[in-house]
């Protein structure tokens, strides 16, 4: 079944910096990579996805990049500011069969930005 | 147009009481998820199922545990005889009939607490 890390565990950075959190999975048959962002007490939200066809994606201050043939994708989140504090997830979509599967989650990046 | 319920927000049970964790899927989605999450951890697949069906259920534990998602109603997580080590937040998330590949959207979870 697949399998997803995820590093680091924990981030510090200054507002203004970059953040960067990186994801490797195992699963060479998943095609879709989404990333939540978890605040305290609230479930996970979904802020960016990209799928197996594309190498990056961009929405504003956060993109997503994949290399499928290295099986790691990353998160990068510029311009930082305090309210991005939170807990990141990636996960990977494992299959198990036709087009069913589910989503198997990273153990998440808490992710601290100092004003 | 409504996100994921889930009810109660917060459940505090005694050990070998029975706990009911409730999931309503967001409007025209079919596919139901539970996840659970224990403190400054991930968050661990437990269960899928779509309307009367139980599609996967690997991660769930054999004894105690059970779920369903009837043709009315939303979808139920229980718990029997619990103990303290089912202290934690569950998950439920719903996705549109297609399924494949298609983004996971959270509730804000139930939390249990056994004494």
Redesign the interface.
């Known amino acids: 079944g697949e399998n997803v890390e995820?590093h680091p565990s924990t981030l510090s950075v200054q507002e203004g910096d970059s953040a960067v959190i990186k994801c490797t999975y195992s699963d060479s048959a998943s095609?879709?990579f989404?990333w939540?962002k978890q605040e305290l007490?609230?479930?996970?939200?979904?802020i960016i996805?990209i799928?197996s066809n594309v190498g990056e994606k961009k929405d504003q201050r956060i993109a997503v990049t994949l290399n499928k043939t290295a099986k790691h994708f990353s998160l990068h989140i510029t311009e930082t500011q305090p309210e991005d504090s939170a807990v990141y997830?990636c996960a990977a979509?494992s299959y198990?069969g036709g087009?069913?599967g589910?989503?198997?989650?990273?153990?998440?990046t808490k992710l601290s930005v100092k004003p | 147009n409504a996100g994921v319920m889930q009810n109660p927000r917060h459940l505090v049970r005694r050990r070998g009481q029975e706990a009911r964790l409730r999931c309503s899927p967001m409007k025209g989605h079919s596919h139901v998820y539970w996840y659970r999450q224990l403190p400054e951890e991930g968050l661990k697949f437990m269960v899928y199922l779509q309307k009367e069906n139980i599609i996967d259920e690997s991660g769930m534990p054999k004894e105690r545990f059970s779920a369903e998602f009837p043709k009315e109603g939303p979808s139920i997580l229980r718990i029997q005889q619990v103990v303290r080590g089912d202290s934690a937040a569950y998950f439920c998330a719903s996705s549109p009939p297609a399924g494949y590949n298609s983004p996971l959207h959270f509730g804000n979870g139930t939390r249990l607490t056994v004494t």
Do not use: E, T
């Open positions: 995820q095609n879709y989404p939540y007490g609230k479930g996970p939200q979904l996805d799928r997830f979509y198990y087009s069913q589910n989503l198997i989650f990273g153990k998440g």
